[in-house]
């Protein structure tokens, strides 16, 4: 078993910035890939980024390429994910991932195991 706790979240304006912070516990980081994801209200979880086990792999979706950066810190058992350039539809519940398939960078939500709670971001324009 692997928890996971985010923390970061809060209000923001446009074009501002944000670093949400993932805490784990429990089995070893580093048999690990971790990602974030995001829901808004009335639409579906979106990957928002992926981090390989030792950090050298990273990945994201074209919505969030060059403004949103995810780091791990392997020593500290978390994961990173600062967002730069922020604009309202970036608005959502943050929630950070782990998957077993460590030497990759899903996007896809099936290949996660286990699931923070979730942090808040809510950026006003």
């Known amino acids: 078993q692997v928890q996971l706790v985010e923390s970061g979240g809060g209000l923001v304006q446009a074009g501002g910035s944000l670093r949400l912070s993932c805490a784990a516990s429990g089995r070893t980081f580093t048999s690990y890939a971790m990602g974030w994801f995001r829901q808004a209200p009335g639409k579906e979880r979106e990957f928002v980024a992926a981090?390989?086990?030792?950090?050298?792999?990273?990945y994201y979706p074209d919505s969030v390429k060059g403004r949103f950066t995810i780091s791990r810190d392997n020593a500290k058992n978390t994961v990173y994910l600062q967002m730069n350039s922020l604009k309202p539809e970036d608005t959502a519940v943050y929630s950070c991932?782990?998957?077993?398939?460590?030497?990759?960078?899903?996007?896809?939500?099936?290949?996660?195991?286990?699931w923070g709670q979730g942090t808040q971001v809510t950026v006003s324009s």
């Open positions: 981090v390989s086990w030792s950090g050298d792999k990273t």
């Open positions: 991932a782990a998957s077993s398939r460590r030497y990759g960078t899903s996007s896809g939500s099936r290949d996660y195991d286990y």
